[in-house]
């Protein structure tokens, strides 16, 4: 496969049964996607390869409005068989180029500190790492804790109300 191979398409540009495979090839890397709308998203776009009678989806990348000068990018997978063959690099070049176009002067995103793949190839592109802290919390236990802190509050408030 050449790099010349790997043709990339947006948002509209698409038919049902791509958007399907790239849906399918987004819950394959990340589960809790199964049920993303991919038209969610202010960018999307899908690498897709010749097959042997068809094109076939190889990858994605998904990324939103950040910022009046940012863009964020969500999503980028490529199928396991076609990794380090720079699908990815395809699909971030265009995703930047784009995203230029649009006005952004950043492009951002996030990655599991354990996927070095990812983060060399971010390296590479010119991208720098920030030292950031990021917290995910359950909807449910977050609204118990601060049900809990609100009522020691008002708790507390009536008894110097008292005093």
Do not use: W
Not at 122 to 147: C, F, P, W
């Amino acid at each position: 496969m050449k790099y010349g191979d790997i043709k990339i398409y947006g948002k509209g540009h698409t038919t049902l049964q791509e958007y399907e495979g790239a849906q399918r090839l987004l819950a394959e890397e990340f589960p809790d996607h199964e049920h993303t709308n991919l038209k969610f998203y202010d960018y999307f776009f899908i690498a897709k390869i010749l097959g042997e009678d068809q094109e076939i989806v190889v990858g994605i990348i998904t990324a939103n409005k950040y910022l009046p000068d940012k863009v964020q990018i969500c999503d980028i997978t490529v199928h396991k068989q076609y990794r380090a063959k720079a699908v990815g690099l395809k699909l971030l070049n265009t995703l930047t180029q784009k995203v230029k176009l649009d006005g952004y002067t950043y492009i951002t995103g996030m990655t599991n500190k354990k996927n070095r793949e990812a983060i060399n190839l971010y390296r590479k592109l010119g991208g720098h790492q920030e030292e950031m802290i990021v917290t995910t919390a359950s909807v449910d236990e977050t609204i118990a804790v601060m049900n809990h802190k609100e009522m020691v509050l008002k708790h507390r408030e009536k008894r110097r109300e008292k005093e």
